[in-house]
């Protein structure tokens, strides 16, 4: 069962991008229209999830703030991050919201591997993270670790909306407005602040390519 994929080369405002989400999800739920993955990038702004902690939005002021209604906590968004919202339809991939989470996070640490990077998966804390070396470790001798992709999904009647996104090129300064998803002891990353020539066509083509390994 493959989506329809949806590139948007303009940044797409978020209330726009949240009625089309919807939009498409009615119709998949009425038959008359297929599963999607949407490829795009938002101006900046920062969202809340169903789980934000109003103490996180430590600088409101600093850009647009938007109720998502999804899972989790503040994340930000902007140029020069990929965002993907699947459109999928959970009810008929075994009804298991926890498997489906844990399928998008595969599905992210494989296409970061088509681009020679390692992301790990951590207890309690949703996402993709990059250990982190070349940083001073945490007081008690932990490895520092850096967040390279935030996930948060919401789901209609079994059909999901929302997604994940992965930090390509944006300005990581962008992120000190939030505690980004309420985690204070590690940080956030980009493909590039890795080191990475990567581009954003380079992340779709390795986000697409995988795809079928993580979603039957």
């Known amino acids: 069962m493959q989506p329809d994929w949806i590139t948007s080369d303009a940044p797409v405002a978020y209330p726009d991008a949240l009625a089309q989400m919807q939009a498409r999800v009615a119709a998949i739920q009425a038959g008359t229209a297929n599963e999607a993955i949407w490829l795009l990038e938002h101006p900046p702004l920062y969202t809340a999830g169903t789980s934000a902690k109003p103490a996180d939005l430590t600088d409101p002021d600093r850009f647009p703030v938007f109720e998502a209604r999804r899972g989790g906590q503040y994340t930000y968004h902007g140029p020069g991050q990929r965002v993907a919202y699947c459109m999928l339809d959970v009810g008929a991939r075994g009804r298991d919201v926890r498997a489906f989470v844990a399928q998008l996070e595969g599905w992210v640490i494989a296409a970061l591997a088509e681009l020679g990077l390692t992301g790990h998966i951590r207890a309690g804390r949703v996402g993709v993270w990059i250990e982190r070396p070349d940083k001073a470790p945490l007081p008690d001798g932990t490895?520092?670790?850096?967040?390279?992709?935030?996930?948060?999904?919401?789901?209609?009647?079994?059909?999901?909306?929302?997604?994940?996104?992965?930090?390509?090129?944006?300005?990581?300064?962008?992120?000190?407005?939030?505690?980004?998803?309420?985690?204070?002891?590690?940080?956030?990353?980009s493909l590039v602040d890795l080191g990475l020539p990567v581009t954003m066509d380079d992340l779709d083509a390795a986000l697409k390519g995988t795809f079928s390994r993580h979603f039957s």
Do not use: M, Q
Not at 153 to 173: A, D, M
């Open 143 to 189: 490895i520092r670790e850096d967040k390279i992709a935030a996930i948060g999904i919401r789901l209609s009647k079994w059909v999901s909306y929302h997604g994940l996104s992965i930090n390509v090129e944006p300005e990581l300064s962008h992120f000190d407005g939030i505690v980004p998803c309420g985690i204070t002891d590690h940080g956030v990353t």
